[in-house]
């Protein structure tokens, strides 16, 4: 189709090779945001909660914890903004940062990046200490089951079975 000033060609395979890697990254995206909807850490330790309490316990307190991390990390670069005199918005009016160089922006981020990690860690300790005061790991661990599995359930399990198969003999075929 043209050529970049670098001299590489523009193809139109390439261009509809670029569009569909778009479309399965977005596809990626709403069902990774769906299963973050749809599956909470309460349906994720009714699944695996009695036959694997410990991979249970660990992708629950991880799946509470990212958000946690995040935000707090939205916190510490406001708080950080703030002190320094960062662009900000007081009253409507923003205040023009200073441009920095690479090299500032690097400690600044790095300075962040300390004190999430350092929270992260404090955050770590404080939960196995509640764990641990709450007798985690000293006795057999009983579960309790809130989900049911109905036959709701088991059509869209069927359903799913049996779409699965076409798929797979409409593609080997």
């Known amino acids: 189709m043209f050529y970049l000033f670098t001299g590489n060609p523009v193809t139109l395979e390439s261009i509809v090779y670029g ?3 778009a479309g399965i990254i977005c596809a990626m995206i709403m069902w990774f945001g769906s299963f973050n909807i749809i599956i909470t850490t309460d349906k994720i330790l009714a699944v695996l909660g009695k036959t694997m309490p410990v991979i249970a316990t660990l992708l629950t307190m991880i799946l509470r914890f990212i958000p946690k991390m995040t935000e707090h990390g939205k916190d510490t670069l406001e708080a950080n903004q703030a002190l320094n005199g960062v662009k900000r918005q007081d009253e409507g009016k923003t205040i023009k940062a200073k441009i920095k160089n690479l090299k ?5 981020e790095a300075k962040i990046f300390s004190i999430i ?5 404090e ?3 404080d939960t196995a200490d509640s764990m641990r005061a709450r ?6 661990r009983t579960s309790y089951n809130n ?3 109905t036959v709701r359930d088991g059509i869209i399990l069927l359903w799913s079975i049996v779409l699965t198969i076409a798929t797979i003999v409409a593609l080997h075929n």
């Open 135 to 140: 007798g985690y790991g000293t006795g057999k």
């Open 123 to 125: 955050n770590s300790v």
């Open 19 to 21: 569009f569909a890697t």
């Open 147 to 149: 989900y049911r599995f």
């Open 117 to 121: 990690t350092t929270w992260s860690l």
């Open 104 to 108: 500032d922006k690097f400690k600044e």
